[in-house]
T-cell receptor, first 113, second 109 residues
Framework: NAGVMQNPRHLVRRRGQEARLRCSPM?????VYWYRQLPEEGLKFMVY????????ESGMPKERFSAEFPKEGPSILRIQQVVRGDSAAYFC???????????FGPGTRLTVT | GIQVEQSPPDLILQEGANSTLRCNFS?????LQWFHQNPWGQLINLFY???GTKQNGRLSATTVATERYSLLYISSSQTTDSGVYFC???????????FGKGITLSVRP
């Protein structure tokens, strides 16, 4: 049973470009979470999605960031017009339901030059 | 929101030593997880332990939910145990994990 998959593992973007991060949850998991680990700031929740629905986006920056989890295909975290402060490790996690154990993917390390 | 405090912030051990890592949280929780972030940055699930005691090899964990703390025990430490250990919780009916700042463990040969 494959774990949570994320791609790409490393992403380099220039300021002003768009970044698209993908996450495929574990088989049988319909709940997806995105977290960000900024240098010196620890891991912070960004957004929680179920298929075709955003359940909680209280941790998402108000501008430039969006997330989706379509009926078919992976969950996508999209960052428009990236800035240097967006450089971080972005982790995706999945679970079979609320309150269950969350399993994390290997992360995508975004570097903005 | 809920507060998660981990102690000590840093820990240096000689290989073979035992250690106890602590996690305090400020409200009742329905999920508590311990993770190990290895030097390559990957988050490894160690325990899902909202209450009670679990053991997995040299590692064990205990959560006393009524007193709002959890302990992670590492016995006979190895250099591969080095990294950062995170405790994370979800309060009530919430689903998002709130992480502590982590404990950086260095095991020296």
């Amino acid at each position: 049973n494959a774990g949570v998959m994320q791609n790409p593992r490393h992403l380099v973007r220039r300021r002003g470009q768009e970044a698209r991060l993908r996450c495929s949850p574990m088989k049988g998991h319909s709940h997806v979470y995105w977290y960000r680990q900024l240098p010196e700031e620890g891991l912070k929740f960004m957004v929680y999605l179920q298929k075709e629905n955003i359940i909680d986006e209280s941790g998402m920056p108000k501008e430039r960031f969006s997330a989706e989890f379509p009926k078919e295909g992976p969950s996508i975290l999209r960052i428009q017009q990236v800035v240097r402060g967006d450089s971080a490790a972005y982790f995706c996690a999945s679970s079979p339901g609320v309150g269950y154990e969350q399993y994390f993917g290997p992360g995508t390390r975004l570097t903005v030059t | 929101g809920i507060q998660v405090e981990q102690s000590p912030p840093d820990l240096i051990l000689q290989e073979g030593a035992n250690s106890t890592l602590r996690c305090n949280f400020s409200d009742s929780v329905n999920n508590l997880q311990w993770f190990h972030q290895n030097p390559w940055g990957q988050l490894i699930n160690l325990f899902y332990i909202p209450s009670g005691t679990k053991q997995n090899g040299r590692l064990s964990a205990t959560t006393v939910a009524t007193e709002r703390y959890s302990l992670l025990y590492i016995s006979s430490s190895q250099t591969t145990d080095s990294g950062v250990y995170f405790c994370a919780v979800t309060p009530g009916a919430n689903s998002k994990l709130t992480f502590g700042k982590g404990i950086t463990l260095s095991v020296r040969p």
